[in-house]
């Protein structure tokens, strides 16, 4: 291009521009003059548009003036390097480096941001990864652009955790759901140790020390100081005491069946017999019953606490306040029209036995079945899980069942496609009908809260004469506190809305070895019912139907 030059300076920092009005043969194009710059290959650096027109401008200016005894010399490109700037939030509890992509120029080593981090205040929680990142997103972007990176993290303080309560016995059911071990690889399933039973003066319970927690840090350096965690009380049951030596050590002040349960320890007085006939008579009693022996037929157990069979039970009626416990299984007999049972076993607690035919079974806690549970009507208020714990393989086939939970077997039905029927509508009715009444009271109060408000709104509005003034700071109160229960309320429906999801989330039937036909499920007016013999599968409540899947 005649009468325009373009050159670097001596350190190829800067680009000078540098025209002769009295060469040109006509007016120059900014535009044009950009593209030679770019073509000679001076774009390498940052190349200023506006320094290029104004050069223009003031050549072609001279060049109609015919003012040839001056020329024109502008920088108009300059090599630019990384510019880092940077940003802490609001609580200093992050810090972000704000960085320019270079145009020609250096990007600064990331052991230098975390020099000029610290320079600006930002002191701790510096991570070289997320620096070096950066850097790398840095040098893959436009030149000019800017790229944003959090560098620092400050660590929140962790408060101590509160006080916790250690039973110092087993639960009976967490005993029977344990068996011995014989070697390293192998357990007894006969043999569950030794029946708990506690002397006076035992001790039951401890509780341990709060935790005292962590501090933690901003990213300006300041220590944030964390709380020690709070002391629960202890909540005695009965049957303990607090020892006169330790207060933080729950004891026995009678012999019998320790029992922990909903933060609470206490000790049964028990009743321990050899067996229950006709020779012993029913047993009614207080306190926890312990047979170390069969409960023959017709007999009857009731008890407060738990109940515990340390054999089998046939045709018989036990019913405990607590948990039931059969260790050798229990049997009875249905009457023609299967409406009735010959055995009954009824717990306000869970159940656990080692196999199960004929029986009616009412339990508010889960039912657990060592081997297999045939032709028997369950209702239980938590799930089912026939087989070990760990890895249910037992039989379940021919019953009737209304669960809350889960029911996990290892075979599920039969070759001969006897009925099984599996019902979850009655806790998921028990919910809808408990958050529908519970939403009719929350419309109540929310409305009645609004209009308590613009009531509120309008006295503040007018002038109010001292007489009145008490009144109106009382109904001021009361309004506070109706916002308070209206909030609390609020946050129950939401919790009221999650718990019916989740009991549809664990309505599901898993059969971990094989699901024969005859075997429906059901859930209201939804319904599926298995046609033909399955490997291992699960069938779960999803999107308000059933839903079949193979376990792999």
């Given amino acids: 291009m005649q009468g325009v030059n373009f050159s670097f300076d001596t350190n190829r920092e800067n680009v000078t521009l540098t025209i002769s009005p009295g060469e040109l043969e006509q007016e120059l194009s900014a535009e044009e003059v950009h593209k030679a710059l770019c073509e000679q290959g001076f774009d390498e650096v940052y190349l200023s548009e506006n320094a290029i027109k104004t050069a223009c401008d003031k050549a072609n200016h001279l060049f109609k003036t015919r003012d040839s005894s001056q020329q024109v010399v502008e920088q108009v490109g300059e090599r630019r390097h990384t510019e880092v700037e940077f940003r802490i939030s609001e609580d200093n509890m992050s810090a972000y480096a704000i960085l320019t992509a270079p145009h020609g120029g250096q990007l600064p080593r990331a052991e230098q941001i975390q020099i000029m981090a610290k320079n600006n205040g930002i002191r701790r929680g510096v991570g070289i990864k997320r620096i070096r990142a950066l850097l790398d997103r840095v040098a893959e972007a436009e030149p000019g652009s800017h790229v944003e990176g959090e560098i620092a993290k400050g660590l929140p303080p962790r408060d101590g955790h509160s006080s916790k309560q250690v039973p110092l016995v087993p639960n009976a059911l967490e005993r029977v759901l344990k068996p011995q071990a014989k070697t390293d690889k192998k357990v007894d399933l006969r043999n569950l140790g030794e029946i708990v039973c506690v002397k006076a003066g035992a001790e039951v319970l401890r509780r341990e020390a709060p935790g005292k ?68 008579g029913h047993i009614t009693y207080e306190g926890s019953v312990l047979v170390n022996g069969d409960v023959t037929e017709n007999m009857i157990v009731k008890a407060k606490g738990d109940v515990t069979v340390n054999g089998f039970a046939e045709s018989a009626h036990i019913q405990a306040d607590g948990d039931v416990i059969i260790t050798e299984g229990a049997m009875g007999k249905q009457s023609d029209d299967h409406n009735e049972y010959t055995c009954t076993i009824q717990a306000g607690g869970s159940v656990y036995l080692q196999h199960g035919q004929g029986l009616d079974i009412i339990c508010g806690g889960n039912l657990n079945v060592g081997r297999q549970l045939a032709h028997c009507r369950v209702i239980t208020g938590g799930q089912i899980v026939v087989g070990q714990p760990d890895n249910p393989q037992g039989n379940l086939f021919a019953c009737e069942i209304s669960s809350h939970g889960p029911v996990i077997a290892g075979t599920v039905g039969a070759v001969s496609g006897s009925t099984l029927r599996i019902d979850f509508s009655m806790g ?6 408990r958050k529908d009444s519970f939403e009719d009271l929350l419309r109540q109060i929310r409305g009645n809260a609004e209009r308590h408000k613009q009531k509120i709104d309008n006295i503040n509005n007018r002038v109010v004469p001292k007489s009145l003034l008490s009144k109106v700071d009382e109904a001021k109160e009361m309004l506070k506190n109706e916002s308070n229960l209206l909030t609390w309320m609020e946050s129950k429906s939401v919790e009221m809305a999650q718990a019916k999801q989740q009991y549809q989330e664990a309505a599901r039937l898993i059969a971990n070895k094989k699901l024969y036909s005859g075997v429906s499920v059901k859930l209201n007016n939804r319904n599926w019912r298995s046609e033909r013999e399955y490997d291992r599968a699960q069938v779960s409540y999803d999107m308000h139907q059933w839903k079949y899947e193979p376990l792999v």
């Fill in 213 to 280: 927690g962590r501090h933690g840090f901003d990213v300006r350096g300041n220590v944030l100081p964390s709380k020690i965690g709070d002391w629960v009380p202890l909540n005695l049951g009965s049957g303990t005491a607090l020892s006169d030596h330790d207060e933080n050590l729950v004891v026995s002040t009678i012999a019998g069946m320790p029992k922990y349960n909903n933060m609470v320890m206490q000790v049964d007085d028990t009743f321990i017999c050899q067996g229950v006939n006709v020779g012993t």
């Fill in 428 to 433: 998921f009715n028990q919910l809808q009908a």
